[in-house]
């Protein structure tokens, strides 16, 4: 199966060393920015007469992967990419393209003659690119580049969620908005809803996870199979966690809860504290 082949190759890859995983990174960068470029040329009628200034395909694959590594986009662990990302990847991208139009402009211009054989000579007469060339190249660029990437990141988070135990968590405020940041990076627990009691917040999402409200619980515990509750609601009143703990002694789950809220905030992972020991 594809599956099987994908798994063959991550078992393969992710033993190397992070120097060696860059240096793969930049070749499919360098293979898939000349792609994008000969798409580009493809898809726009006419000719540009694009082997005339092959060297196109030399210059702007180098340029490109010096901009990606000005960017970070080396740096930056794939599976841990984030929102940032996309607009990283449409700066990256249009940087690119300039590239792509001073660089044909230039070569068509003749301007370096003296540098560059006589074949570069222009032949059509037209020194700037179609305007579609250009907006093609970019989006083909973004798409498999930055696509490509998405891709990774979800393949790693999804075998890494089948081995995750799903887990509830009860408070959708800031305390439970960090818990879910620190969960999803983790590899013990997988968010798969939240609740709380606003009503404006159900129907919402968190990071992708629905907001429910209290009387759902039952429901999402026996269609999630989850056996574990994270409480997350320091600034709750004593009486009111007690009152939660009583309505979910009723369930099938163990219950915990999360430290203070300044611990949070300044970006501790304190553990998780089980709450008959809290309260």
């Not at 070749?27 to 040329?41: K, P, R």
């Not at 395909?57 to 990606?68: A, N, Q, R, S």
């Not at 305390?175 to 940041?181: E, F, K, P, Y």
């Not at 789950?253 to 501790?268: A, R, S």
Request: with cysteine.
């Amino acid at each position: 199966r594809f599956m099987d082949v994908v798994d063959w190759a991550v078992g393969h890859v992710e033993p190397l060393s992070r120097y060696t995983k860059r240096l793969i990174f930049v070749g499919l960068d360098v293979i898939t920015v000349a792609i994008a470029i000969l798409a580009a040329f493809a898809l726009t009628p006419g000719d540009h007469g694009l082997f005339n200034v092959w060297w196109i395909l030399l210059i702007v694959p180098g340029c490109t992967v010096l901009i990606f590594k000005f960017m970070g986009f080396y740096r930056t662990v794939v599976r841990y990419i984030g929102p940032k990302f996309a607009l990283d990847m449409a700066i990256a991208g249009s940087l690119s393209t300039g590239v792509l139009i001073a660089t044909y402009f230039f070569i068509e211009l003749g301007i370096s003659n003296s540098i560059l054989p006589r074949s570069l000579e222009p032949e059509s007469g037209q020194n700037f690119l179609p305007g579609r060339t250009p907006l093609i190249y970019w989006g083909v660029l973004c798409m498999f580049v930055g696509g490509g990437r998405l891709v990774i990141r979800g393949y790693f988070r999804s075998r890494s969620v089948a081995h995750r135990d799903p887990v509830i968590i009860y408070g959708a405020g800031q305390a439970g908005a960090r818990l879910v940041s620190a969960l999803v990076h983790g590899v013990e627990y997988q968010p798969v809803a939240m609740v709380d009691d606003d009503r404006e917040l159900w129907g919402n999402t968190l990071r992708d996870i629905p907001i429910c409200p209290p009387t759902e619980l039952a429901r999402l515990v026996r269609r999630k199979k989850v056996v574990n509750i994270f409480l997350a609601l320091p600034s709750a009143s004593r009486p009111r966690r007690l009152e939660i703990v009583e309505q979910l002694k009723t369930l099938p789950v163990k219950v915990f809860t999360i430290p203070g809220l300044e611990e949070l905030v300044e970006g501790e992972r304190a553990p998780l504290t089980a709450i008959t020991n809290c309260l």
